[in-house]
């Protein structure tokens, strides 16, 4: 157990429709990265927020956008969906340090289907 | 950019030894991740190297060659829950904190 959760564990939408997955960090932790992960294939970095602020982000259209709170949960929306879209969103938590090196630890992840 | 390759699959034998190979291509190098992920599971941290060597933690093992953009990660007395997909990720300097993941190997420990 890794301390992070994430909600809802399954979605099923339809193309064009918007969907909001949530995140909650391991206590402590301030930085959040998500990632998606099709079928077969290893995580793809979508984007990460460490106090609020996006920092960083992979090449994702800006239909897919995030928050994070105050209290260091995260959300990931989308929009327009396209059944590309179709995957496990998997949501890291971690302790931000000087010297950059942390460790991510993963939640179990919402798998979206889209039809 | 990046280029992050492992083998696709791997197959043992329980009590054996089994080396799970991962080259890397990055234009900055900022530490190298392995986890393990079972089947609709998430991904589980197994090990981080920075600097050159091994890195043993119980049966597994993880080592790293940044002059040859290579790692490996090493797993002795194989057990069934053994099986699962191992992930090689990068972290760049450019990419901030953000990890750079290959596409896994899926080990297969049979009987």
């Known amino acids: 157990e890794t301390g992070v959760t994430q909600s809802p564990t399954h979605l099923i939408k339809t193309r064009g429709q918007q969907v909001t997955l949530r995140c909650s960090s391991q206590s402590g932790h301030n930085t959040v990265s998500w990632y998606q992960q099709a079928l077969g294939q290893g995580p793809q970095f979508i984007f990460q927020y460490y106090r609020e602020e996006e920092n960083g982000r992979g090449n994702f259209p800006p239909r897919f956008s995030g928050l994070q709170f105050p209290n260091y949960s995260s959300e990931l929306n989308v929009n327009a969906l396209e059944l590309d879209d179709s995957a496990l969103y998997l949501c890291?938590?971690?302790?931000?340090?000087?010297?950059?090196?942390?460790?991510?630890?993963f939640g179990p992840g919402t798998r979206l289907l889209v039809l | 950019g990046q280029n992050i390759d492992q083998p696709t699959e791997m197959t043992a034998t329980e009590g054996a030894i089994v080396q799970i190979n991962c080259t890397y291509q990055t234009s900055g190098f900022n530490g190298l991740f392995w986890y393990q992920q079972h089947a609709g599971e998430a991904p589980t941290f197994l090990s981080y190297?920075?600097?050159?060597g091994l890195e043993e933690k119980g049966r597994f093992s993880s080592f790293l060659s940044r002059s040859k953009g290579y790692s490996y990660l090493l797993l002795k007395e194989l057990q069934m829950k053994d099986s699962a997909s191992y992930l090689c990720?990068?972290?760049?300097?450019?990419?901030?904190?953000?990890?750079?993941f290959g596409k896994g190997t899926t080990l297969s420990v049979s009987s």
């Open positions: 190297n920075v600097l050159d």
């Open positions: 890291a938590s971690s302790l931000r340090s000087a010297t950059g090196q942390e460790t991510q630890y």
């Open positions: 990720a990068v972290r760049e300097q450019q990419a901030g904190t953000a990890l750079i």
